[in-house]
């Protein structure tokens, strides 16, 4: 195992990532030291249980296994519907015997997230999903002293939606504090949900050794990050909440009702994902044609990427990107922040391999699985004012104040992974 100034400077990185939090606390004084150490034993922990443990390949292979069937499975149905647009028998002749058919996005990862989020539905009415949610649950609960509600809440969010995993703790959501409130928003806003997780995993699949699992574990790890974020900005004041039954409000009456709703809720997920995709690569395009009225930047037209490109670059090198690489790494940083992790995951899956190392592309694998950007701040404010009504103006003024801290941990996360020896990664 073999360490690099790269791998040092990424835990600078992780530092100067908590500092900013604090500076921006509303009680400096009640800096969460223990909870600090906690969160980095948990984040290191998991990763090296996930990766350096023996026969952790094997698990590995498994996930990625799995999501392969899974977009296998999501693939025929699709096929079955749609037909040659979603890579079944092609109406012509391809260039070659080895060509595959063309990945048309609309017809091969939106039914992919229908199909997640349906067998997550009826994985959960089978208490499958939800011992295991509970599971990560206690882990948070004892590691970190969050209150029951809160970490069943937290748990949940790495496997659901950041409006879903309210609904899980509906009963509790009035008894909340404003930082476990705050909690919760911002491990929303860091992590992702099964049904888009397992699309990027085949996004990045053809130039990511091992995607599935380092976007599984991506999801995982950012929860520690993101819990120490919260609170290291708005502290607790109180004791943690009162003991949670861990009897989840979030209930189907039978397996088809579970596959019905998760299918009526897949279909409003990948509407949105469709809908926000059309209209901000659209702006995007609006602005880069503005940007041509510009005179050329170092010998290439000025382009809204460019310009996240300049801007994140100091970023994407703190986490442990070489500075060759760091203006292609910060384009996807403010791609996500101020797009969406869709677009961010296409243009990572795009760069080619000579323009980004197999150890960049895992660290920004990493940096940008985390739903923070500006479109979900509106969709999490909508999805929580309809849960809790009388609550509505203290979402809206945690929930703008959440999106740092949620892009922040997923960087710490990034961090964090790029201080590990390459080498343990099997890459």
Not at 87 to 115: E, H, K, M
Not at 252 to 272: F, L, P
Request: glycine share 8%; aromatic share 10%.
């Amino acid at each position: 195992m073999i360490y690099t100034p790269d791998n040092a400077r990424s835990l600078i990185a992780v530092v100067l990532i908590i500092a900013l939090c604090w500076l921006l606390s509303e009680n400096k004084k009640r800096f969460p030291f223990l909870l600090a150490i906690g969160a980095l034993a948990v984040q290191a922990g998991l990763i090296l249980a996930l990766f350096a443990i023996p026969n952790s390949q094997a698990v590995l292979d498994g996930v990625t296994a799995a999501v392969d069937g899974l977009a296998d499975a999501a693939d025929r149905g699709a096929q079955f519907v749609f037909g040659y647009l979603s890579g079944g028998d092609q109406p012509y002749t391809l260039p070659s015997d080895n060509a595959q058919a063309p990945f048309i996005f609309g017809f091969r990862v939106l039914p992919l997230i229908l199909v997640i989020s349906a067998l997550s539905a009826l994985l959960w009415h089978w208490r499958i999903l939800r011992w295991i949610t509970r599971g990560f649950g206690l882990l948070f609960e004892k590691t970190m002293n969050l209150g029951g509600a809160s970490a069943l809440a937290v748990a949940a969010n790495i496997f659901m939606g950041m409006v879903e995993s309210p609904i899980v703790i509906r009963a509790y959501l009035d008894k909340l504090s404003r930082s476990e409130l705050f909690l919760m928003m911002v491990v929303g806003l860091a992590t992702v949900a099964g049904s888009t997780m397992v699309a990027y995993a085949v996004i990045l699949a053809p130039v990511l050794p091992n995607a599935a699992g380092h976007v599984l574990v991506a999801s995982i790890i950012s929860a520690p990050a993101g819990i120490l974020l919260a609170r290291i900005m708005i502290p607790e004041e109180h004791k943690a909440g009162e003991p949670y039954d861990y009897a989840a409000a979030l209930e189907y009456e039978s397996s088809m009702d579970a596959v019905t709703r998760g299918v009526q809720d897949g279909v409003m997920v990948a509407v949105n994902v469709a809908a926000f995709l059309i209209v901000f690569v659209a702006f995007v395009w609006i602005v880069n044609n503005l940007l041509g009225v510009f005179p050329d930047v170092a010998g290439a037209p000025l382009t809204l990427q460019r310009i996240f490109g300049f801007v994140f670059a100091p970023v994407a090198y703190a986490i442990g990107l070489p500075w060759s690489e760091a203006q292609v790494g910060g384009s996807i940083l403010g791609t996500k922040l101020f797009l969406t992790e869709f677009i961010a995951f296409f243009e990572l899956g795009a760069v080619p391999a000579e323009t980004m190392s197999e150890r960049s592309r895992m660290i920004m694998t990493y940096a940008i699985c985390g739903f923070a950007n500006v479109a979900s701040v509106g969709i999490m404010t909508g999805g929580m004012t309809v849960l809790m009504p009388e609550r509505r103006s203290e979402i809206y003024a945690l929930a703008t104040k959440a999106l740092l801290p949620g892009f922040l941990a997923t960087l710490m996360t990034a961090a964090v992974v790029a201080a590990m020896p390459m080498a343990m990664f099997g890459n």
